[in-house]
């Protein structure tokens, strides 16, 4: 008896030995993973990240009026494995170490992060085309000049066709 009075008192003198989270700050490992912030400027909506995920949390699919793709990621579906921000080229996707999501039963369905991403407009045939942004060029080539400047801002047909002129010495001929 006399030994369970000392520890209790030893124990009162010390003090809580857990954080007082929620009521107070906590410890935060630098690699903890939490919520997944999106960049629409660097996407360049390839679906890496669609086809990795694990949860099958992240959906990009075509808006109404056409103009580009909504990027959603629902909060309650993902792991926070971290393989989108992995396998991202452009690193358009980040996982913060924000771990802070409790919500009501009732807003399960709103809890997301939405994005979105509009389409270019090919500078040859007008065409709406996915966006090709600096830091896939980045990946791609060691340098750029004005012609990858020019060839960033065409579809993939106009590219090929553009490419085939380069290759038979600039002739060029109409579509």
Same mark, same amino acid.
């Given at each position: ?6 520890? !209790? ?9 857990? $954080? ?9 490992? &630098? ?13 360049? !909506? ?23 793709? $909504? ?7 993902? /792991? ?11 690193? &358009? ?13 009732? $807003?399960? @369905? ?10 270019? !407009? ?7 085309? $996915? ?25 993939? /047909? ?14 060029? @001929?109409?579509?």
């Amino acid at each position: 008896m006399f030994s369970f009075l000392k520890i !209790l008192v030893n124990n009162v003198i010390k003090g809580p030995s857990t $954080d007082p989270y929620p009521f107070g700050p906590t410890f935060e490992p &630098a690699a903890l993973r939490g919520k997944i912030k999106f960049d629409e400027e660097k996407c360049v !909506l390839c679906n890496t990240c669609v086809h990795v995920c694990a949860g099958g949390a992240i959906k990009i699919q075509e808006n109404k009026e056409k103009t580009g793709q $909504d990027f959603i990621v629902w909060h309650n579906t993902c /792991a926070f494995c971290g393989l989108c921000e992995h396998y991202c080229p452009t690193k &358009a996707i980040k996982l913060t170490n924000d771990y802070h999501m409790a919500h009501s039963q009732e $807003d399960k @369905y709103k809890y997301i992060e939405k994005g979105f991403v509009k389409y270019s !407009l090919c500078s040859c045939c007008k065409k709406p085309m $996915d966006p090709v942004v600096p830091e896939l060029l980045n990946v791609a080539y060691t340098q750029t000049n004005e012609s990858t400047k020019e060839m960033m801002e065409m579809c993939p /047909a106009c590219r090929q066709i553009k490419n085939a002129e380069l290759l038979q010495g600039g002739n060029s @001929y109409e579509r």
